[in-house]
């Protein structure tokens, strides 16, 4: 039998779902009877805190342990359940051209005998996945992403969870808000993207929703919500995506240092808009800021679920398969799925789906 190394990590922004898509691969790899199916045996390594650990676990060095994790059925076994990820996560990037450590990573993946890389992230960890496949690293990607801006995918792991978050806090705002007759400005993450906006706000009947697909007018809210108050609304919610800007002006921007893959900390739309729309209403308004709420906290029945798709390796024939497709669309900067290679194979013709979301910005009183 064949024998086969292979490290998994999850890197960027943590969300629910990680986990169960680790557990899926280490149960779906070290499965006896789909170990003889393939003839190969693996051996799954987690890596600790993304592609930082993949940087720091040089075998040389005696510290290289302490930034990998054996995995296997028990150690996994509760792990669908749990939020975050139980390997650690950064901000890394290898590639960075202040500090490009890429020889030092592509050292360490042979040093270590790896295989193959499973790696769990969104566009910046899977940007990184693409060079690596590019070098000559075999690479699976699985995506994740509350933002759901992930180029070739249209569910990324993380996503529904939030959703969920969003739709309980601004039903508890609901109550208070109704008390009050005040208006709500909830601020939501998302980036340069409205997805998590645009569905959390439906999801939750918000009066208005703001993307940064497109811009909006003060003005206009405020009518609207003028509008509502004489036809009897006793309050409102708005919901705003951090990335969302008023036609003519800019994003607004809470952290102006960035990461190592050039991100700028977006926020404070929020409070901007409860302060013009108490100005021009005379309403009482608040803002609330939603912000890692939104990531935290156990993964919903979908997420889990997604996990265990997304982590699945029973209904690809071989890790080579996946690799080989990977590296061929690497260039093109897809990410790559299991899930999607094995079950939309026909879609493709199709992609990549329009990433815009074509909602609107204001809905019907609440
Ligand atoms: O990309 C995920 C995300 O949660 C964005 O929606 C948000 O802008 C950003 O990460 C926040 O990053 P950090 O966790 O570094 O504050």
């Known amino acids: 039998m064949r024998k086969s190394r292979i490290g998994i990590l999850t890197g960027g922004g943590d969300c629910a779902g990680l986990n169960s898509a680790i557990k899926w691969v280490v149960k779906t790899s070290l499965d006896d009877r789909l170990q003889r199916e393939r003839d190969t045996s693996y051996e799954i390594i987690g890596i600790r805190d993304g592609w930082k650990g993949l940087v720091a676990a040089d075998p040389s060095r005696g510290d290289a342990q302490e930034w990998l994790m054996p995995l296997d059925q028990n150690v996994v076994r509760t792990w669908d359940r749990l939020g975050g990820t139980m390997l650690g996560t950064s901000r890394t990037n290898p590639y960075s051209p202040k500090n490009d450590q890429s020889r030092k990573v592509l050292g360490n993946i042979q040093g270590l005998g790896l295989d193959a890389i499973v790696a769990i992230g969104g566009e910046d960890t899977l940007g990184v996945a693409s060079k690596l496949s590019q070098e000559g690293v075999s690479v699976v990607a699985i995506p994740k992403t509350i933002d759901k801006d992930l180029w070739g995918t249209d569910y990324a792991l993380g996503f529904e969870t939030a959703l969920n978050v969003i739709t309980e806090e601004i039903d508890r705002l ?23 906006a645009l569905e959390g706000g439906e999801s939750a009947g918000a009066f208005i929703i703001l993307i940064p697909e497109y811009d909006f007018s003060v003005q206009k809210i405020n009518d609207l919500v003028l509008e509502g108050r004489r036809q009897g609304a006793r309050y409102e919610i708005i919901v705003v995506a951090e990335g969302a800007k008023p036609s003519g002006g800019g994003e607004f921007i809470r952290d102006q240092g960035e990461d190592s893959f050039g991100h700028k900390i977006l926020g404070g ?9 108490s100005g021009a209403t005379k309403l009482e308004t608040r803002s609330l800021v939603l912000s890692h709420l939104q990531r935290g906290g156990a993964p919903c029945a979908y997420d889990r679920r997604m996990g265990r798709y997304f982590g699945s390796l029973r209904s690809i ?26 079950w939309a194979g026909s879609a493709w013709s199709t992609w990549p789906p329009s990433m815009i979301p074509s909602a609107t910005t204001a809905a019907a009183p609440s």
């Open 317 to 342: 024939s071989s890790w080579p398969v996946i690799s080989a497709r990977w590296s061929a669309t690497a260039t093109a900067g897809l990410a790559l799925s299991p899930l999607r290679i094995s």
């Open 269 to 277: 739309i929020g409070d901007y808009l409860a302060t013009e729309i």
């Open 174 to 196: 609901r109550t208070t808000a109704g008390s009050h007759k005040r208006i709500f400005v909830v601020e939501t993450m998302g980036r340069t993207a409205g997805w998590l």
